[in-house]
């Protein structure tokens, strides 16, 4: 059962995206790129070059998470190979319509302190994001479970849930030689942002991303992985290095955010704006996003506490 990694351009700041090909039957494709003429191109050289196979002879795709980068290209395949499988969790649904949802990111934004005008900023740049994909129909798409097993001829994958980056985020873990393919949930130059997104069971609530992502990170752990293959970037033979290095930065960075907490208390907006003041655009969305995830975990950690005035939450030192 062959990994093949193929490097996919994107047109994000975060450069390159890695798609994995399963070598092995049916022919599996984790994880396609963004929709772009230059990301396709590519793929189509990658298949070929790597392992003597087009577009139309993939079987099964499998999603890590639904981010542009990682499924935009999905229905490009399902229009070029007939009857694929797509597997996605349940918990993704950036697939099957518009990223941005103005009722629940709306109120979540709203929440956070953020002011009408740049909501609907915000909502523009997701809608400029959204062209690097186009939606998959629920009814072509088949559901990843926990602890569920992908099979292929020679082998097999263990999906592992791992939420965090987004709530759906899935690991694939080959547990004969504990190799994981993360997705964006570990990435070896950069720590994934902890995007803000309302809660899959309750959309009225912003997920509790970063507390969720401490455990999908500890979860890893647990397997001893020899070799983690991410969404971006080169491959990870360090681990335990950098589970230990995402922890101290994640302690540092919620040290941070406590210090930009006035007594009198602060929004998540105000905070992420003092801790990152040049952040623009979608920086400034991320940068929410962080504040939010970190103001969350203080308050699970029993350092901060939060009060709604006005249908905004206020965090404020104990």
Known sequence: ??????????????????VYLIKDEPLTLIDTGAKTPESLAALREGLRMKANCTLADIKR????????????LAHTILDEARGVQVLVHAWETGHLAKRFDKDSHGLLLKRAGVNEEEIINVEKLFTA?????????ASVCDELFDDGVIEFTSGSLRVVHTPGHTPGSCSLLRESD?????????????????ILSPDPVDKTRRFRSL????????????????LIYGGHGEAITDYEELFHRYLRLIRERGAVMLSKVANTGSTASEVAHAVFPN????????????ASAHLDLLVAEGKLAIEMQTEVEFYRPY
Do not use: W
Request: glycine share 4%.
């Open 61 to 72: 795709i499998v999603l890590t998470h639904t981010h542009e980068d990682h499924f935009g």
């Open 1 to 18: 059962m062959q990994i093949i990694p193929i490097s996919l351009p994107t047109p994000f700041p975060v450069g390159d995206v890695n």
């Open 279 to 290: 952040a623009h655009g979608i920086h400034r969305f991320l940068a929410l996003s962080e």
């Open 129 to 137: 994001v959204d062209n690097y994909s186009d939606p998959l129909d």
């Open 178 to 194: 504990r190799t994981v393919i993360a997705g964006d949930c570990v990435l070896k130059r950069i720590t994934p942002n902890p």
């Open 211 to 226: 507390e969720e992502y401490l455990v999908s990170l500890a979860r890893l752990r647990s397997f001893a992985p020899t």
